[in-house]
């Protein structure tokens, strides 16, 4: 079975800064780091190879800068890495990003299943999955928590939901994004790590996928009309007591007195 997951690199999240007076958002310098919803994707794309064979590419839209997010998927036994970039993608919003990812999946042919984070940690608008699923026309799942059975050209997966979960059956090819509790990520070998440092990556650009500037990069149609800081967290309450009993007790008295118990 080929499964393709789409990676994207993102800052660390502590150090992202937002600056009110430009209306920006100031990006940490450095490689940053593979979106951490997007470890587990890889893990469960390795943990569905090791059980019924095939391959495990990760595709990402991104800069020159991506390319370590892509080894780092490749010293985990990732087969194939593509990046996607060109100058032109630059200030493509979320459904321009899903487009152009369709357009890569589409270059390389064939595949089963194509896995993704939940939401990115940046920009946590959980949309491109959704959007690739729609510029493909095929079935998706978001937010799965479980692979119950992946078998005769369908999956059955847990769908997470704010009470429990749904359990779906999608014809495949399908996209399914995939939530931390779905597996715990391996980390990566001293070997897989060289042979990682040796592997080719594929590099696209938009003449390569025969993508329309008129839809991505800065024709994009959302506009970021105002950036700003959430507002401070109010100061939390120490609850001091001689012993844990008596602290205890005030703390349930509180969570009674403010009806949260
Ligand atoms: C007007 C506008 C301009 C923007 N300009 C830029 C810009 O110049 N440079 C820039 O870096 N960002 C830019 N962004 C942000 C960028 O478009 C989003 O970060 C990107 O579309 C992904 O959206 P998200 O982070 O909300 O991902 P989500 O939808 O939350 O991500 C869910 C999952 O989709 C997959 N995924 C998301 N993004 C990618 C990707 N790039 N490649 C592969 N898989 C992916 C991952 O599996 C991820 O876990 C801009 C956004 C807007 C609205």
Redesign the pocket.
Known sequence: MNIV????QVPEIALIKVDEASNQVVLPQGPGVV?P??EY?VEEALRLKEKHGGKVSV????TERTESALRNCLALGVDEAYLVTDEQF?????Q??GRI?AAALKKMGEYDLIL?????V????????GAVAANLDIPQAMFVRKFETVEGGKAVVQRTTEDGYDVVELSLPAVV?VVKEINEPRLPSLKGKMAAKKKEITRWNATDLGIDSSAVGTN?K???TKVASPPPRPKGEFIEGETPEEIADKLFNKLRENKIL
């Open positions: 997951v789409l990676i994207k979106n919803f997007d994707g595709v990402s839209v991104g630059k200030g493509s919003d979320q321009a990003i990812l993704a984070g939940k939401q990115a940046d920009s946590d608008s959980a949309q491109v999955p994004s994009s959302t506009k970021i």
